[in-house]
């Protein structure tokens, strides 16, 4: 098939792409062309690459008619953060495509009421990203299940792989929280450190795209969790980190308010954003109805990610 990737360069597309090439499948990847994959990979030779800038387009109502000229059968779109961004795909792709795929995000949801979370949990969501997430889900099923429009929803949870820092133990970004366990150092945790993240390797959710549409029938109109099989609380995650560098942690707990005091203003944004969702989501359905199965745990992935800082060493210990 023709498939188009819109914003295929990025965490998942690095390994997206090969998987579809290798699958025989003709890929057409529409980016702004200011960055490479994550990863070198022999597939792209193959890859017909086309420079735009989304957001002028879409403001110019150009970008629908664009990605309707190159004549795709499948799109997968993993840089769609608007709902009016969505619904000019819609309108331009109707009846000309065999297949759409969505990429979401487990935070449609917002907090955490039952854990695992699965896909019938009703939609909560608070901040800008989970909102606009929440609607653009909302309308492509919609219009998938009045036969409308052929879509496809995936939720990835936090995206980890090498190349860019994880999520880390105190739920932020700062890669030097790693350094302070393989240190043996002090970690202050807000709370109690018993909120949760929920990561998910970009492989994995590469994996989960590629099984969408190989399972047309069964993905058609549904929205699936695409995470590791298992949350981790932040305690349990900085005790694991800890271990794999051969340390025993040593943890301090901090009300939230005087534990914001302790990083910087993004870093507590950051944090505060993880751990209002706390995010532990079932990946049942996408087992039963696709076949998804993430080859790693959230400790792999994280794990797999740190030792790339270690190695091109962006953080040293």
């Given at each position: ?13 690095t390994?997206?792409v ?5 699958a025989g499948h ?8 200011q960055?490479q994959p ?6 792209w030779?193959?890859v017909?690459m086309?420079v735009?800038?989304?957001v ?11 990605v ?9 779109d ?12 819609v309108?331009?792709l ?9 990429c ?7 907090p955490?009421?039952q ?9 909560r ?5 989970g909102?606009?997430k929440?609607?653009?889900?909302a ?5 998938a ?7 496809t929803v995936?939720?990835?949870?936090h995206i ?6 994880p999520l880390?133990?105190a739920?932020h ?5 790693f350094?302070?366990l393989?240190?043996?150092?002090e970690?202050a ?10 990561h998910?390797?970009?492989?994995d959710?590469?994996?989960a ?13 549904e929205s ?8 981790l609380s932040?305690?349990?995650?900085a ?8 340390q025993e942690a ?16 993004e ?7 993880h751990?209002a969702?706390?995010?532990n ?7 039963r109805?696709?076949?998804y199965?993430p080859?790693y745990?959230?400790l792999?992935?994280v ?9 091109r060493?962006?953080?040293t210990?």
């Amino acid at each position: 098939m023709r498939i188009v990737v819109i914003g295929g360069v990025g965490h998942v597309g690095t390994y997206l792409v090969p998987w579809l090439v290798e699958a025989g499948h003709e890929v057409i990847v529409i980016s702004r062309g200011q960055r490479q994959p994550y990863q070198p990979h022999a597939a792209w030779r193959r890859v017909q690459m086309v420079v735009a800038d989304r957001v002028a387009e879409d403001a110019a109502d150009v970008f629908g008619r664009r990605v309707r000229d190159l004549k795709p059968d499948v799109v997968v779109d993993m840089i769609c953060f608007r709902p009016e961004s969505a619904r000019q795909l819609v309108e331009a792709l109707a009846g000309q495509v065999q297949h759409f795929l969505h990429c979401g995000t487990i935070w449609v949801h917002g907090p955490t009421v039952q854990a695992p979370t699965d896909e019938t949990q009703p939609r909560r969501p608070f901040g800008e990203y989970g909102i606009n997430k929440a609607a653009i889900e909302a309308y492509l099923l919609e219009q998938a299940r009045r036969g409308n429009f052929p879509a496809t929803v995936l939720h990835p949870g936090h995206i980890v792989g090498p190349g860019w820092a994880p999520l880390n133990p105190a739920g932020h970004f700062n890669p030097q929280v790693f350094v302070t366990l393989a240190r043996g150092e002090e970690l202050a945790l807000p709370n109690l450190g018993m909120e949760t993240v929920h990561h998910v390797h970009a492989d994995d959710v590469a994996q989960a795209f590629c099984q969408a549409i190989s399972h047309w029938s069964t993905s058609v109109g549904e929205s699936f969790h695409v995470v590791s099989p298992a949350a981790l609380s932040l305690r349990g995650y900085a005790e694991a980190m800890a271990n794999w560098f051969g340390q025993e942690a040593r943890l301090r707990y901090l009300p939230w308010e005087e534990w914001r005091q302790t990083v910087t203003a993004e870093e507590a944004q950051a944090t505060w954003d993880h751990i209002a969702h706390s995010p532990n989501c079932s990946i049942a359905k996408a087992r039963r109805l696709l076949g998804y199965a993430p080859r790693y745990s959230s400790l792999q992935a994280v794990q797999e990610a740190v030792a790339w800082l270690l190695d091109r060493r962006v953080i040293t210990i």
